[in-house]
């Protein structure tokens, strides 16, 4: 079966730090990948997707960044945190054509 | 893009009320889905909606797609408190995207 794994779980940063969240989904080949963000209390805002190594669409101008350098693995990085960044930050995956999201535990993020 | 809007935002009931959201889309839609978010957890998808006026049940919930494919509805018999969470209705734009909105936060008070 499939199972999708994301961490670090919960992360307390200062502003100005650089951050990296992994992403890696077990048990399917070229899945579609994406990283989400929820804001407290708030709906999901799509940052970035990801149908193939590689190939990274993102949806937010902002100062993060992602990467898929294996088939299966999922990165969201930024150079510098700003206190905005704050959130429970999501990967999902789907299976191409099915659009149907399974989603990992989440990252909550707090920049101080 | 396509954007839903979904109401109300926030729900509270009593336990063993009715609740109802509804999702509303200015545009036809190619299908919807439903996911549920419990408090501190992340969303899981409870359903795919294809067909117009397609209706679709799972134990108390009920899911309607409107016959124009621009409208959906979830609604629940009798709540639980297991049933708290926020619920979304997200739409897929261009091929791969899921774009969630705002969700409506359901709270029961036992």
């Known amino acids: 079966s499939q199972t999708i794994h994301q961490w670090p779980a919960t992360l307390v940063q200062p502003v100005g730090s650089p951050l990296s969240l992994e992403c890696t989904v077990e048990?399917?080949?070229?899945?579609?990948l994406y990283w989400y963000r929820q804001a407290a209390g708030r709906g999901l805002q799509l940052l970035f997707y990801?149908?193939?190594?590689?190939?990274i669409s993102s949806e937010v101008p902002q100062n993060l960044s992602a990467s898929r350098p294996q088939d299966r693995q999922f990165i969201l990085s930024s150079k510098k945190l700003l206190l905005s960044d704050s959130g429970f930050y999501l990967c999902?995956?789907?299976?191409?054509?099915?659009?149907?999201?399974?989603f990992g535990a989440g990252s909550r993020l707090t920049v101080l | 893009g396509q954007q839903v809007m979904q109401i109300p935002q926030y729900q509270h009931v009593q336990e063993g009320e009715d609740f109802t959201t509804y999702c509303n889309s200015s545009?036809?839609?190619?299908?919807i889905q439903w996911y549920k978010q419990r408090p501190g957890g992340h969303p899981v998808f409870l359903i795919q909606?294809?067909?117009?006026?397609e209706v679709k049940k799972q134990k108390r919930l009920t899911f309607q797609f409107g016959e124009a494919k621009k409208n959906s509805s979830l609604h629940i018999t009798a709540t639980q408190t297991t049933d708290v969470g926020t619920y979304f209705c997200?739409?897929?734009?261009?091929?791969?995207?899921?774009?969630f909105g705002q969700g409506t936060r359901l709270t029961i008070n036992p």
């Open positions: 545009t036809t839609l190619s299908n």
């Open positions: 999902a995956w789907s299976t191409l054509g099915a659009n149907v999201l399974t």
């Open positions: 997200p739409i897929i734009q261009g091929a791969q995207k899921l774009v």
């Open positions: 990801s149908v193939g190594i590689g190939q």
């Open positions: 048990g399917t080949s070229n899945p579609n």
């Open positions: 909606l294809v067909k117009s006026g």
